[in-house]
């Protein structure tokens, strides 16, 4: 269950394995929710994924003007709001709006060790990546033995 | 050979097996809406550099494709997942009026938007009624 993939595809493979077993487990009941949890298809998907070092939270939230994004930490717990303006053209006849449009709001739990102090944000190609690294004392350590 | 026998040899060569969780294909949310001048079509496809996009388009159809690349540091796992797929593929087909030499793309933030004009001969022209 805990492997270490390093590729990118390897460690979606592994998003994919953890919502299969979640499904496998739990079947038509879902898996227990988070009392934070919102509804799948919420804006924006994300990704969270761990290593020894850091959390990282990938937000899947294209074309947003990063200056208008609120992130915070309040001890393990992650909150990002924002407002997505979706310019639409009113002399036009749409076909399809299946694109959010309007204010959002997420709050994640994030594993205990995090430290809120050390978080950093970045916006690339409409994903917002977060990276709290976690506290010394969480880490794993080799124990030697005498 | 029995059934079961078949079914494995079928997966072993490949051709018939299922399609594995990595080639889970994701579908990106789209705006469609038309003016008078073309068809434009704006696509969430966050996640997907210029050079990971792949937009076909012939006198029938129109295919977005995309690649997510984000380069993420080792030793990672995954706690939580949304998004299971690593790929968007979208497909429409489109009428003759619609003048696909002419197709411009656009690919900022993850947002692609893709503006495909009508035939000039095509365009609605006002007509002017003329009184005497």
Known sequence: MFGYPTSFDTLFDEFARINRELDDAFGAWGAPASIRATARG???????????????V???????????????????????????????QGDADYYLRERFGGGFRRVM???????????????????????VQRSEQGKPRQIRVQ | MNEQTEMTTRQEDGALRAPTERELILRPAVDIFEDANAIVVEADMPGVAKDRLDIQVDRNSLTLEGEVAITMP?????????VRGTRYRRNFSLSSELDTEQVEANLKD???????????????????????
Do not use: C, W
């Not at chain 1, 919420?42 to 990282?56: E, G, K, L, T, Y």
């Not at chain 1, 060790?113 to 916006?123: G, K, L, N």
């Open chain 2, 74 to 82: 080792e030793g990672m796992r995954a706690l939580y997942a949304d």
């Open chain 1, 42 to 56: 919420s804006f924006p998907p994300v990704n969270i994924a761990a290593s020894d070092d850091a959390v990282h």
């Open chain 1, 58 to 88: 990938y937000a899947f939230a294209p074309g947003l003007d990063p200056s208008t994004l609120d992130i915070s930490m309040q001890r393990n717990l992650l909150t990002m709001s924002g407002e997505r303006a979706i310019e639409r």
């Open chain 1, 109 to 131: 739990t994030l594993p205990e060790d995090v430290d809120p102090d050390r978080v950093e944000a970045a916006y690339r190609d409409g994903v917002l990546h977060v990276q």
């Open chain 2, 110 to 132: 993850g947002l692609l938007r893709v503006r495909i004009p009508k035939r000039a001969e095509l365009q609605p022209r006002k007509i002017e009624v003329k009184t005497d």
